[in-house]
């Protein structure tokens, strides 16, 4: 069963436990795995201390076909257990990304976005003889071609970057400071933890409260950190007893958001049609009344029926919001609500504001 899995963080081998869990159970998957990046000996500072970079056991294979079957096995068990309409994350760097990417289309995966995380801190090249590793690449990707309905809360991300449709480029800091989980002896607790800013922008645009979120590699836990601030639920698959243990402990410590906090805004698709017609029924439009543009430049008036008309150099026009607002425009097409205003109080306002107030009575 599913339900005794819910946020708890299992100790074992991932593709084992994939395996284990129920077919299309799982809503998102977010996977941060091994990224075969040894390095040829130490790399050393320009003081010459030693960097902490990763020589962990789990990051290490014999050559790239170990790699690749690693990688395969792992996507299959994944794209089992995700619902038909679930999405997919993963995560890495140049080593291994275009590897993975080529797996996942092999297993029918359907890409949707690269997504570059730009790192605004990142660790600068010491041996001079390359460009500054500046970025790792996400790959989001539907569990198959035909998904159309997956969770891609659009608006939300909109009002994330201050009301403009975010990009595949973002901008966030590595784990530094105090989120940063340090073991005893003042050492990384793990060598590659990410942020929580970027599991938040993740899980904010592919997921809802109340959804299963699975992090194969879940290392100390920031995926399930993160699902519980924001009302997700987790299953966190870790073969290191100790990153476990210390998932554990950190995850214990986070308070749930309300969940009026952290449901998403809702599309505009999905919220009630509302003709303009309903407007002038409801009082809120009379007859007769005039709405112009955002400028003033142009100027219709309202109909009973519901339609404008309109006169300019282009001629007479008369017809639904949008039609007329194209065709006092000369474009091909218009969207009426935000293109015509109303006088309210000295302030012009798009009528898209009268029609929220229809849909706040329902």
């Not at 009630?272 to 003033?296: K, M, T």
């Amino acid at each position: 069963m599913l339900v005794d899995k819910l946020d708890r963080v299992l100790v074992g081998d991932c593709i084992e436990l994939m395996q284990g869990l129920p077919a299309a159970s799982v809503d998102m998957v977010f996977a941060d795995p091994p990224y075969n990046l040894q390095l040829g000996g130490d790399l050393l500072r320009p003081d010459n201390s030693k960097v902490d970079a990763v020589d962990d056991d789990w990051d290490k294979f014999a050559d790239f076909s170990r790699y690749d079957s690693f990688t395969r096995a792992w996507l299959a068990a994944a794209r089992r257990v995700l619902k038909p309409q679930g999405t997919l994350w993963v995560i890495g760097s140049y080593h291994n990304i275009f590897r993975i990417g080529t797996a996942l289309q092999d297993h029918g995966f359907w890409i949707l976005n690269d997504i570059v995380w730009r790192k605004s801190n990142p660790m600068p090249n010491f041996r001079g003889k390359r460009f500054t590793n500046a970025h790792e690449t996400l790959i989001w990707a539907a569990r198959d071609r035909r998904a159309k309905r997956y969770t891609f809360n659009y608006d939300s991300m909109k009002e994330l970057n201050e009301g403009v449709q975010m990009r595949s480029d973002w901008l966030l800091p590595l784990c530094t400071g105090g989120e940063r989980l340090k073991g005893e002896d003042g050492r990384k607790a793990h060598p590659t933890q990410k942020p929580e800013s970027l599991l938040f922008r993740c899980l904010m645009a592919a997921s809802n409260p109340g959804d299963v979120v699975l992090d194969p590699f879940f290392g100390t836990g920031t995926t399930g950190a993160v699902a519980r601030r924001l009302g997700r639920r987790f299953i966190g698959l870790e073969r290191d007893p100790d990153y476990a243990a210390i998932a554990r402990k950190r995850i214990a410590l986070i308070e749930p958001l309300a969940a009026e906090d952290v449901s998403p805004k809702p599309s505009k698709r999905s919220e009630p049609r509302i003709p303009f017609g309903v407007l002038i029924e409801a009082g809120l439009l009379e007859p007769g009344a005039l709405l112009s543009d955002p400028s003033g430049r142009h100027v219709a008036r309202v109909r009973a029926d519901g339609t404008l008309s309109a006169a300019n150099a282009l001629g007479e026009h008369r017809g639904s919001i949008h039609q007329v607002g194209a065709a006092v425009q000369g474009a091909p097409a218009c969207n009426g609500w935000t293109f015509w205003h109303f006088e309210q109080q000295g302030a012009r306002l798009p009528i898209d504001h009268l029609r929220q107030q229809v849909r706040a009575g329902l």
